[in-house]
C-alpha cells in the first residue's frame, strides 16, 4: 500500500531530493511551497501519485489548506517532512531584531504550525486518524553553536526540545513518531542564494575579524553532504518499523556529535560533586 508524504520546502535541496525518491518507490507525494507552479515536474510523477500545492509555514490557513488539499486527494497523509526553513548568518550584534524574529518566525514558529496540523490528522478521530511520522529536518546546529548562525542554532535548538517534549506527550496507541534529522553541510543552496545576511549598514564595527558573508560563499558548493543521498536516508527513517528520535546525517555532523558528547561526558564527572551537592537535607528521589 502506497505511503503519503507531505513535504514543506520541495522548491530546492533536501525538499526535492525528496520527493524524487519518494516517488522511486511508488508512494505519493504532496510537494508544498510558497509557489508551486514554479516546481518543476517530476519525471516519474502523474495525476495519481503526486500533487503540488502553495504552502506557506509562516500562514495558518494556508498550512491547513494544504492539508486538506492532501487528505482529498490521497485520504490519508502518513509522513509529514518539515523541511522549510533558511539560515541567516552573521554576528549577533550585527543582526537586526526583524531579521532574527524571521528566522523564529519561518525556523520554529511555522514548523510548530504545521506538527500541530499534522498530529491532529493523523490521531485517532482526525482527518486521516491511523497514525504517522512526522520528520523534523533540523541541523547539526541544533546540537552545536556555529559562530554567526546564534539565531539559526537558536530556531533549530527550539525544535529539538520541542519535538522531545511532545513525543511524551503522545499515546503510544496513537502511532505517531517524531523523528529529528540533524544534517551537517550538504551541497544545497542553504548557504548559497536561500542564505540571508546583515546589510553593511547594520555591520557592528567591533567584529572586523568575522566575514560572514565571505565564509558562506567559500563554504558553498565545498560541504561533504550529496542531498540526493541525504533524501534516501530520509526516506529510510520515514518507513522503519521504530524510527528514532534522533538521527544526525553527514560525516561532519557524525563527527561534531561525537565530540559534544565526549566533551559533556568529561563536563558531567568533572562537576559530579557540584551538581549533586543541591538536595534539601534527608531528600529521598521518588522510586
Known amino acids: 500500500m502506497p505511503k503519503t508524504f507531505l513535504i514543506t520546502g520541495t522548491s530546492t535541496g533536501f525538499g526535492a531530493a525528496l520527493v524524487t525518491e519518494v516517488l522511486s518507490h511508488g508512494d505519493n507525494v504532496i510537494a508544498t511551497a510558497r509557489k508551486s507552479s514554479a516546481l518543476p515536474t517530476p519525471s516519474s ?64 514558529w511555522g514548523l510548530l504550525d504545521v506538527t500541530k496540523v499534522a498530529l491532529d490528522t ?30 539559526y542554532c537558536a530556531s533549530k ?12 506527550e503522545l499515546k503510544p496507541e496513537w502511532n505517531i513518531s517524531l523523528t529529528l534529522i540533524e544534517p551537517g553541510g550538504f551541497r544545497t543552496d542553504w548557504a548559497g542564494r536561500s542564505m540571508d545576511f546583515p546589510s553593511e549598514e547594520s555591520k557592528n ?33 520515514a518507513v522503519m518499523k521504530d524510527p528514532p528520535m534522533r538521527c544526525v546525517v553527514g560525516t561532519d555532523a557524525f563527527k ?20 549533586n551537592s543541591t538536595d534539601v537535607e534527608g531528600y529521598e528521589a521518588p522510586s
Do not use: C
Not at 492539508?67 to 522549510?84: E, L, S, Y
Not at 493523523?122 to 546564534?150: A, D, E, N
Open 45 to 108: 510523477s502523474s495525476s495519481d501519485n503526486y500533487l503540488a500545492y502553495d504552502l506557506d509555514v509562516t500562514s495558518k490557513s494556508s498550512v491547513r489548506a494544504a492539508f486538506d488539499a492532501g487528505i482529498a486527494k490521497f485520504g490519508n497523509i502518513d509522513v509529514v517532512v518539515n523541511n522549510a526553513g533558511y539560515g541567516l548568518s552573521g554576528e549577533f550584534e550585527s543582526l537586526g531584531e526583524e531579521q532574527m524574529r524571521r528566522q523564529m518566525e519561518v525556523n520554529f
Open 122 to 151: 493523523m490521531r485517532p478521530g482526525g482527518k486521516g486518524g491511523k497514525g504517522g511520522v512526522i520528520q523534523q529536518v533540523t541541523s547539526i546546529g541544533g546540537q552545536l553553536g556555529v559562530p554567526t548562525y546564534s539565531i
Open 157 to 168: 535548538w527550539a525544535v529539538e526540545g520541542f519535538t522531545e517534549a511532545v513525543q511524551k
Open 205 to 237: 564595527p567591533a567584529y572586523t575579524h568575522i566575514d560572514a558573508r565571505a565564509n558562506a560563499a567559500k563554504r558553498n558548493g565545498t560541504q561533504a553532504g550529496d542531498p540526493v543521498k541525504a533524501a534516501k536516508v530520509f526516506y529510510d527513517l
Open 256 to 275: 561534531g556529535l561525537g565530540a559534544k558528547l565526549e566533551e559533556y561526558g568529561k563536563n558531567r564527572e568533572r562537576f559530579a560533586e557540584w551538581s
